[in-house]
């Protein structure tokens, strides 16, 4: 049975910490600056990606129609991964972006409902901190998990009492945005308030996350020192 875990644990192990590595917290043992943070919300070009379209859609929307703004902000997502291509660097992020875009700009022509625009980014919210607070409520974090399986010490650190209040108070902030996010845009959806909607979508989305990011980043660094000791002692030596 033992061997059997350890079969499996590799690949859960992988999966955890590479989630972590995404969201930033690879940097957590070292120092938090202003490019460390701009790298962990993918750069100039991520942000870019990120915020142009949901912005060339809500200015084209308010000026045009639904067709049009639909179909620059469409146009604008396929161009950014054209680019990444080109320059032969990753292209997933760019293709997520894309793949949201369409989906979103279908559903919002088929139904006739510019709102429909922003209905997977809602679902998506509603997911994303639904799964996150059930992990908080079982008693098993997942943000807690990716960052023990990126630091190494796998569960261990749900034994020690200030680690584990520390990643559940973690994850429930991380809960909080999605909430927010929701809280703020349901309204603005189901009144049809699309300006306002996209404008507070892209408000709510790097804004956020950028900050938030940060505090996670302190509190993942106050809530295992040791790794920060082991980083800074390790950049001290070259290695």
């Known amino acids: 049975m033992t061997a059997g875990r350890d079969d499996r644990a590799p690949g859960v192990e992988d999966a955890l910490a590479q989630a972590a590595r995404r969201a930033g917290f690879d940097r957590a043992a070292g120092p938090v600056t202003g490019r460390s943070v701009l790298e962990a919300v993918g750069g100039i070009r ?37 680019l990444r291509a ?24 088929i139904t006739g409902r510019p709102e429909d ?18 992990s908080v409520l079982v008693g098993w974090p997942l943000i807690g998990l990716a960052v023990g399986f990126l630091l190494g010490e796998g569960t261990a650190w749900r034994k020690e009492r200030r680690k584990f209040v520390a990643m559940q108070g973690l994850t429930l902030l991380w809960v909080g945005l999605f909430a927010l996010r929701l809280l703020v845009q349901l309204p603005l959806y189901y009144s049809g308030q699309v300006e306002l909607l996209g404008t507070f979508k892209l408000i709510m989305g790097i804004p956020l996350f950028a900050p938030l990011l940060v505090l996670s980043w302190l509190i993942v660094r106050a809530a295992f020192p040791a790794h920060t000791r082991a ?3 390790g950049g001290a030596t070259g290695l």
Request: proline share 5%; net charge positive.
């Open 46 to 82: 991520g942000i870019l990606e990120s915020l142009v379209p949901g912005l060339v859609f809500v200015v084209l929307f308010a000026l045009t129609n639904l067709p049009l703004a639909l179909g620059v902000s469409v146009g604008l997502a396929a161009a950014f991964v054209g």
């Open 86 to 109: 080109l320059q032969r660097s990753p292209v997933a992020p760019a293709v997520g972006g894309l793949l949201a875009a369409v989906v979103s700009a279908a559903l919002a022509l």
């Open 117 to 134: 625009n922003f209905v997977l980014g809602l679902i998506q919210n509603a997911v994303y901190g639904g799964v996150l607070l059930a």
């Open 231 to 233: 980083a800074q002692r």
